[in-house]
Nanobody, 119 residues
Framework: QVQLVESGGGLVQAGGSLTVSCAAS????????MGWYRQVPGKQRDLVAE???????KYGDSVQGRYTIFRDNAKNTVTLRMTGLMPEDTAVYYC?????????????WGQGTQVTVSS
């Protein structure tokens, strides 16, 4: 089985910064992409940022210019650096990954980590 384990998260003041990380572990052959989504109660889960194995990145419109995603392929980790945080960034942040096991790929999710931004 594959597990994604997030670390970081917490409470920060508006304008502050926070970094969350995610590590993939278990039995798999290749990670195609890793990223972060976020969700607030009663709302859909939305893309925050993702990065593929070649380093290409994609950001949600609401975080572009404020968040930076990077990864360490050798360690199977992805990190999200969040700056200029605003109260509307408050959400549960979920790590996700597209992972191949043999020739089959699946989408995996972490359990989520809470990010709260106070005004």
């Amino acid at each position: 089985q594959v597990q994604l384990v997030e670390s970081g998260g917490g409470l920060v003041q508006a304008g502050g910064s926070l970094t969350v990380s995610c590590a993939a572990s278990g039995r798999f052959d290749r990670i195609v992409a890793m990223g972060w989504y976020r969700q607030v109660p009663g709302k859909q889960r939305d893309l925050v940022a993702e990065i593929n194995a070649g380093g290409g990145t994609k950001y949600g419109d609401s975080v572009q210019g404020r968040y930076t995603i990077f990864r360490d392929n050798a360690k199977n980790t992805v990190t999200l650096r969040m700056t200029g945080l605003m109260p509307e960034d408050t959400a549960v942040y979920y790590c996700n990954a597209y992972i191949y096991v043999g020739t089959r790929w699946d989408i995996y999710w972490g359990q989520g980590t809470q990010v709260t931004v106070s005004s």
